[in-house]
């Protein structure tokens, strides 16, 4: 379970990224973040991975106060979140399996594991054929599957994708969608952080909308008419 | 660290080394150079010591005896020299052995020879050779002689030669000053630019760390491979300038020769070459790592 206890982001004290939220996020959810670009979607996330500091309030991930750990605690609750970002963040030096390989490198995970799990995974996400391929030999879509891959190697509770979509077309928009239900579906928890009409409406999830860094509007299967 | 991990740091270290060859070529290069003004400012501290240590033994004070001075007057004297904290060495030389020796340096000469034959007594001199410690202390030495007023001294040359000795050793105190004083500026300068050769190899991969961060890599996972290739950096430089001084060496050798007969560069480098490795194999692999540590230490704040 997630939850964040009356949360504020602020940055100057005119300008609040995300202010007093509260929120409360069950395993196994699928849940989208919608809102125009500055709403606060994506400083949540970031909160969640302590890739930023909240300004007030607490952020607990199964009981465990993330707001709390120092520094060097961080990477633990990180290999229990796996991230999906708009740009992808792939190791440009690396293949597309060691890209994948990496993650569990640094969780400690043994040689015969990974020898293991990373065609798995990249067969599930459909790239089993370009494992070997670099980064900048991949497409868009190809790229975030990658990204995909690795976010979930780690079998992690939750599953952050921050406008993963947002540099894909529409036909590749699609197949990570799908991707990241069946995802869902397979028991992670997934907080989809998007703008893009399309995907909420195809979801058929809940919708949190939020609205200069508030909460305005959470249905259990919500639309997203901006 | 787990032995698994420790065995991924390393690997990775290695790997990120040969993988951005151009990266690590240029560093090292740089490295090398650190190193090649580094085991210079070795050299020349090195010939220098040895052209002034040649210099100032070449610089002494002599008292001579009167002609009628008796041996034991004389030791007398020698013996008070002796006691003196400053001196390094008292050589005797007798009316007889200084006419030895005269006889010796010029028995080539068929007129000296002769004249001295002619002359039938001996014309010479006792007289007493003084080594300081420092060539600075000569002064105080002579001061003393002088002040003792001995009946048996008849004459001190360090007044005819004072103007010689004196420059000669003010101008060692600046030459060893000065020298201090450049190496601390070279070295210093060697360091910044190795440090920042290698800030800069650190920035460019400064995403790429802070994705490693985001993936869930814990600070030492992702320092570990830097610290390894810094000492990559330190080990393959160091190899560089060895090689690169032995023929440096070896061709400088002669012509240093020429100036300070004393010093022979080729026989110093090799004899001291396991120090000197070790001297710019520690500097270079401390330079790498400890510049790669303070580097990434900013990129890890994710």
């Known amino acids: 379970m997630i939850f964040f206890d009356n949360v504020s982001k602020i940055y100057s004290h005119n300008s609040a990224a995300v202010r007093n939220v509260t929120l409360r996020i069950e395993p196994k959810e699928f849940v989208s973040l919608v809102g125009a670009s500055g709403a606060g979607k994506t400083t949540l996330l970031k909160l969640l991975l302590r890739e930023e500091d909240s300004t007030e309030g607490t952020i607990f991930l199964d009981g465990l106060d993330v707001t709390a750990l120092t520094r060097d605690e961080l990477h633990h609750v990180r290999r229990r979140i796996g991230t999906v970002f708009q740009d992808y963040k792939l190791l440009p030096t690396k293949t597309a399996a060691e890209n994948v390989a990496f993650a569990m490198e640094a969780a400690g995970r043994t040689d015969a594991e990974i020898d293991e799990d990373v065609p798995q995974v990249l067969d599930l996400v459909g790239l089993a054929d370009k494992m070997d391929n670099f980064p900048h030999q991949l497409s868009g879509g190809e790229k975030q599957r990658v990204a995909i891959a690795r976010a979930l190697v780690n079998r992690p509770d939750v599953l952050l994708g921050d406008e993963p979509t947002g540099n894909l077309d529409s036909v590749n928009t699609g197949e990570i969608v799908k991707l990241l239900k069946k995802i869902n579906q397979l028991g992670t928890t997934v907080i989809l952080a998007t703008h893009d009409k399309q995907v909420i409406n195809t979801l058929d999830k809940r919708v949190i909308v939020l609205d200069q860094g508030e909460i305005v509007s959470d249905n259990a299967k919500g639309t997203y008419q901006a | ?302």
């Open chain 2, 1 to 302: 660290m787990k032995f698994i991990t420790l065995q991924r740091v390393i690997r990775a270290g290695f790997l990120g080394f040969r993988r951005n060859g151009w990266l690590s070529t240029a560093t090292t290069m740089v490295m090398t150079l650190v190193l090649f003004v580094l085991g210079n400012v070795v050299f020349v501290g090195a010939f220098a010591d040895t052209a002034l240590r040649s210099l100032e033994s070449k610089i002494d004070i002599t008292v001579y005896f009167t002609a009628n001075a008796q041996e034991p007057q004389i030791m007398a004297v020698k013996n008070e020299i002796e006691a003196l904290s400053d001196v390094r060495h008292v050589e005797y030389i007798s009316r007889d052995a200084a006419l030895a020796r005269f006889r010796e340096r010029h028995k080539e000469n068929a007129l000296i020879v002769s004249a001295l034959e002619e002359l039938g007594d001996n014309p010479l001199q006792a007289s007493i050779n003084i080594a300081a410690i420092d060539p600075g202390h000569y002064a105080a030495i002579s001061d003393f002689l002088a002040g003792k007023k001995y009946p048996v001294v008849e004459k001190i040359n360090y007044f005819e030669n004072q103007a010689v000795i004196e420059r000669l050793s003010s101008v060692m105190g600046t030459v060893r000053g000065s020298g201090a004083i450049l190496t601390i500026i070279l070295a210093f300068i060697a360091v910044l630019v190795a440090f920042n050769t290698i800030r800069l190899a650190i920035y460019t991969v400064r995403e790429e760390i802070g994705i490693m961060r985001l993936v869930g890599a814990s600070s030492w996972f992702i320092r570990g491979p830097f610290l390894i290739s810094g000492v990559l950096y330190g080990v393959a430089a160091t190899a560089v300038v060895l090689l690169v001084f032995f023929p440096i060496a070896w061709l400088a050798s002669p012509k240093l020769a020429f100036l300070v007969p004393e010093f022979n560069l080729f026989t110093y480098f090799l004899s001291n070459l396991v120090q000197f490795s070790l001297i710019m194999l520690g500097t270079g692999v401390a330079l790498g790592v400890i510049s790669s540590f303070i580097a990434i230490r900013r990129y890890l704040n994710v």
